[in-house]
Protein backbone atom coordinates (compact mmCIF):
# COMPACT_ATOMS: atom_id res chain seq x y z
CA UNK A 1 0.00 0.00 0.00
CA UNK A 2 1.00 3.88 -0.86
CA UNK A 3 -1.02 5.05 1.92
CA UNK A 4 -1.51 8.96 1.15
CA UNK A 5 -0.03 10.30 -1.71
CA UNK A 6 0.24 13.79 -2.95
CA UNK A 7 1.00 15.58 -6.29
CA UNK A 8 3.46 17.94 -6.66
CA UNK A 9 5.74 18.11 -3.94
CA UNK A 10 6.89 21.54 -4.65
CA UNK A 11 5.45 24.40 -6.47
CA UNK A 12 6.15 28.05 -7.34
CA UNK A 13 3.40 30.18 -8.41
CA UNK A 14 3.26 33.73 -8.82
CA UNK A 15 0.23 35.73 -7.44
CA UNK A 16 -2.77 34.97 -9.70
CA UNK A 17 -2.04 31.81 -11.21
CA UNK A 18 -4.28 28.84 -10.41
CA UNK A 19 -2.86 25.46 -9.99
CA UNK A 20 -4.48 22.05 -8.39
CA UNK A 21 -3.29 19.58 -6.14
CA UNK A 22 -3.79 16.22 -6.36
CA UNK A 23 -4.53 13.77 -2.91
CA UNK A 24 -4.76 9.82 -3.44
CA UNK A 25 -5.75 7.31 -1.08
CA UNK A 26 -5.55 3.27 -1.84
CA UNK A 27 -7.05 2.32 1.76
CA UNK A 28 -10.52 3.14 0.81
CA UNK A 29 -11.15 5.37 3.20
CA UNK A 30 -14.33 7.21 3.19
CA UNK A 31 -13.11 10.68 4.65
CA UNK A 32 -10.65 12.47 3.46
CA UNK A 33 -9.11 16.39 4.05
CA UNK A 34 -6.99 19.33 3.46
CA UNK A 35 -4.69 21.08 5.85
CA UNK A 36 -2.43 23.98 5.57
CA UNK A 37 0.51 24.03 8.11
CA UNK A 38 2.38 27.47 8.67
CA UNK A 39 4.80 28.16 11.26
CA UNK A 40 3.68 28.80 14.92
CA UNK A 41 0.21 28.14 13.77
CA UNK A 42 0.04 23.95 13.66
CA UNK A 43 -2.04 22.55 10.77
CA UNK A 44 -5.28 24.07 9.76
CA UNK A 45 -7.86 22.56 8.20
CA UNK A 46 -9.35 23.95 4.86
CA UNK A 47 -11.71 21.62 3.85
CA UNK A 48 -13.07 18.06 4.13
CA UNK A 49 -15.02 15.54 2.57
CA UNK A 50 -17.04 12.37 4.35
CA UNK A 51 -17.83 10.94 0.93
CA UNK A 52 -17.58 10.52 -2.49
CA UNK A 53 -19.44 13.38 -4.42
CA UNK A 54 -19.60 15.43 -0.81
CA UNK A 55 -16.99 18.38 0.58
CA UNK A 56 -17.36 20.63 3.54
CA UNK A 57 -16.14 23.98 4.77
CA UNK A 58 -13.34 24.08 7.13
CA UNK A 59 -11.52 26.52 9.55
CA UNK A 60 -9.32 27.88 6.99
CA UNK A 61 -11.66 27.87 3.44
CA UNK A 62 -11.39 31.38 1.24
CA UNK A 63 -9.62 30.75 -1.56
CA UNK A 64 -9.67 27.18 -2.18
CA UNK A 65 -11.98 24.71 -3.44
CA UNK A 66 -12.38 21.24 -3.49
CA UNK A 67 -13.76 18.15 -5.75
CA UNK A 68 -14.23 14.65 -4.37
CA UNK A 69 -15.19 12.87 -7.88
CA UNK A 70 -13.73 9.43 -6.88
CA UNK A 71 -13.59 7.69 -3.57
CA UNK A 72 -10.01 7.63 -3.55
CA UNK A 73 -8.67 11.46 -4.91
CA UNK A 74 -9.28 14.65 -3.10
CA UNK A 75 -8.34 17.59 -5.36
CA UNK A 76 -7.80 20.76 -4.06
CA UNK A 77 -7.76 24.19 -5.75
CA UNK A 78 -6.83 27.40 -6.03
CA UNK A 79 -8.30 29.76 -8.32
CA UNK A 80 -6.24 32.79 -8.30
CA UNK A 81 -2.69 32.10 -5.75
CA UNK A 82 -2.04 35.06 -3.60
CA UNK A 83 1.08 35.12 -1.34
CA UNK A 84 -0.99 34.46 1.61
CA UNK A 85 -1.34 31.17 0.08
CA UNK A 86 2.42 30.07 0.69
CA UNK A 87 2.17 27.10 2.93
CA UNK A 88 2.99 23.21 3.15
CA UNK A 89 -0.25 21.61 2.38
CA UNK A 90 -1.14 18.26 3.92
CA UNK A 91 -3.96 15.76 2.73
CA UNK A 92 -4.99 13.11 5.41
CA UNK A 93 -8.00 10.18 4.94
CA UNK A 94 -9.47 8.02 7.20
CA UNK A 95 -12.11 5.53 7.86
CA UNK A 96 -15.98 6.43 8.79
CA UNK A 97 -16.66 5.47 12.11
CA UNK A 98 -19.98 5.74 14.27
CA UNK A 99 -18.15 5.22 17.52
CA UNK A 100 -14.34 5.50 18.31
CA UNK A 101 -12.20 7.90 16.25
CA UNK A 102 -9.66 6.03 13.89
CA UNK A 103 -6.60 8.24 13.43
CA UNK A 104 -6.29 10.01 10.07
CA UNK A 105 -3.44 8.64 7.76
CA UNK A 106 -1.05 11.75 6.38
CA UNK A 107 0.33 12.37 2.80
CA UNK A 108 3.89 13.73 2.83
CA UNK A 109 3.00 17.08 2.21
CA UNK A 110 2.93 19.98 -1.12
CA UNK A 111 5.36 22.87 -0.35
CA UNK A 112 3.60 25.90 -2.31
CA UNK A 113 5.14 29.43 -2.79
CA UNK A 114 3.48 32.03 -4.55
CA UNK A 115 5.68 34.97 -5.34
CA UNK B 1 -15.54 24.40 20.38
CA UNK B 2 -12.66 22.39 20.85
CA UNK B 3 -8.88 23.19 20.94
CA UNK B 4 -5.52 22.63 22.09
CA UNK B 5 -2.63 24.10 23.80
CA UNK B 6 0.59 23.18 23.86
CA UNK B 7 3.01 25.00 26.29
CA UNK B 8 6.01 25.65 25.20
CA UNK B 9 7.19 26.27 21.20
CA UNK B 10 10.21 25.03 22.16
CA UNK B 11 12.07 22.05 24.37
CA UNK B 12 15.56 20.84 24.62
CA UNK B 13 16.55 18.09 26.52
CA UNK B 14 20.12 16.19 26.94
CA UNK B 15 19.85 12.90 25.05
CA UNK B 16 18.96 10.43 28.29
CA UNK B 17 17.00 13.16 30.37
CA UNK B 18 13.11 12.98 30.36
CA UNK B 19 10.90 14.05 28.22
CA UNK B 20 7.77 16.09 28.87
CA UNK B 21 5.73 17.55 25.79
CA UNK B 22 2.67 19.85 27.53
CA UNK B 23 -0.82 19.27 25.79
CA UNK B 24 -4.09 20.75 27.23
CA UNK B 25 -7.36 20.35 25.44
CA UNK B 26 -10.87 22.28 25.79
CA UNK B 27 -13.93 20.35 24.31
CA UNK B 28 -17.30 20.34 25.42
CA UNK B 29 -18.16 16.48 24.85
CA UNK B 30 -15.58 13.13 25.77
CA UNK B 31 -12.78 14.01 23.37
CA UNK B 32 -10.78 11.86 21.55
CA UNK B 33 -7.04 12.93 21.60
CA UNK B 34 -3.95 12.46 19.88
CA UNK B 35 -0.40 12.60 19.67
CA UNK B 36 1.78 13.08 16.48
CA UNK B 37 5.08 13.63 15.52
CA UNK B 38 6.51 15.30 12.50
CA UNK B 39 10.31 14.63 11.25
CA UNK B 40 11.88 17.22 9.06
CA UNK B 41 10.03 18.00 5.26
CA UNK B 42 7.40 14.91 6.28
CA UNK B 43 4.09 14.25 7.06
CA UNK B 44 2.58 13.84 9.94
CA UNK B 45 2.63 10.24 11.79
CA UNK B 46 0.74 8.37 15.18
CA UNK B 47 2.56 8.36 18.14
CA UNK B 48 -0.61 7.24 20.24
CA UNK B 49 -4.49 7.78 20.73
CA UNK B 50 -6.75 8.48 23.43
CA UNK B 51 -10.25 6.72 22.97
CA UNK B 52 -11.36 6.30 26.24
CA UNK B 53 -10.27 2.77 26.64
CA UNK B 54 -7.56 3.38 29.24
CA UNK B 55 -6.25 6.96 30.54
CA UNK B 56 -2.48 5.87 30.67
CA UNK B 57 -1.88 5.13 26.92
CA UNK B 58 1.49 3.49 25.32
CA UNK B 59 2.41 5.14 21.73
CA UNK B 60 5.19 3.81 19.11
CA UNK B 61 9.48 4.45 20.15
CA UNK B 62 8.57 4.45 24.01
CA UNK B 63 6.33 7.45 24.43
CA UNK B 64 3.12 7.57 26.30
CA UNK B 65 0.65 10.19 27.64
CA UNK B 66 -1.99 10.22 30.51
CA UNK B 67 -5.20 11.75 29.98
CA UNK B 68 -6.49 13.54 33.46
CA UNK B 69 -10.28 14.55 32.99
CA UNK B 70 -9.87 16.57 36.13
CA UNK B 71 -6.86 18.65 34.78
CA UNK B 72 -7.85 18.22 30.97
CA UNK B 73 -4.76 17.21 30.08
CA UNK B 74 -2.68 15.26 28.04
CA UNK B 75 1.01 15.27 28.30
CA UNK B 76 3.38 13.38 26.46
CA UNK B 77 6.67 11.66 28.53
CA UNK B 78 9.36 9.47 27.34
CA UNK B 79 11.88 8.59 29.90
CA UNK B 80 14.78 8.77 28.58
CA UNK B 81 15.37 10.72 25.03
CA UNK B 82 17.27 9.80 21.96
CA UNK B 83 18.53 11.88 19.16
CA UNK B 84 16.17 10.50 17.03
CA UNK B 85 13.40 11.87 18.77
CA UNK B 86 14.36 15.50 17.71
CA UNK B 87 11.21 16.82 15.65
CA UNK B 88 7.89 18.70 16.01
CA UNK B 89 4.95 16.91 17.79
CA UNK B 90 1.20 18.09 17.78
CA UNK B 91 -1.10 17.75 20.18
CA UNK B 92 -4.81 17.45 18.40
CA UNK B 93 -8.46 16.89 19.77
CA UNK B 94 -11.20 14.91 17.92
CA UNK B 95 -14.92 15.11 17.96
CA UNK B 96 -17.29 13.18 15.97
CA UNK B 97 -19.87 15.83 15.79
CA UNK B 98 -20.68 17.82 12.65
CA UNK B 99 -19.46 15.13 9.88
CA UNK B 100 -16.18 13.89 9.46
CA UNK B 101 -13.58 12.95 11.89
CA UNK B 102 -11.97 16.45 12.75
CA UNK B 103 -8.98 17.44 14.15
CA UNK B 104 -7.96 20.06 15.72
CA UNK B 105 -4.19 20.86 16.23
CA UNK B 106 -1.87 22.52 18.91
CA UNK B 107 0.30 24.84 17.24
CA UNK B 108 3.20 22.23 17.78
CA UNK B 109 6.09 21.60 20.49
CA UNK B 110 9.92 21.61 18.75
CA UNK B 111 12.06 19.18 20.38
CA UNK B 112 15.35 19.18 20.31
CA UNK B 113 17.90 16.60 21.93
CA UNK B 114 21.46 17.68 22.50
CA UNK B 115 24.34 15.35 23.39
Known amino acids: NAGVTQTPKFRVLK ?9 AQDMNHEYMY ?3 QDP ?15 TAKGEVPDGYNVSRLKKQNFLLGLE ?24 QFFGPGTRLTVL | AQSVT ?21 SSVP ?28 GIN ?27 YFCAVSSLTGGGNKLTFGTGTQLKVEL
Open chain 1, 15 to 23: TGQSMTLLC
Open chain 1, 34 to 36: WYR
Open chain 1, 40 to 54: GMGLRLIHYSVGEGT
Open chain 1, 80 to 103: SAAPSQTSVYFCASNRHTLAGAYE
Open chain 2, 6 to 26: QLGSHVSVSEGALVLLRCNYS
Open chain 2, 31 to 58: PYLFWYVQYPNQGLQLLLKYTSAATLVK
Open chain 2, 62 to 88: GFEAEFKKSETSFHLTKPSAHMSDAAE
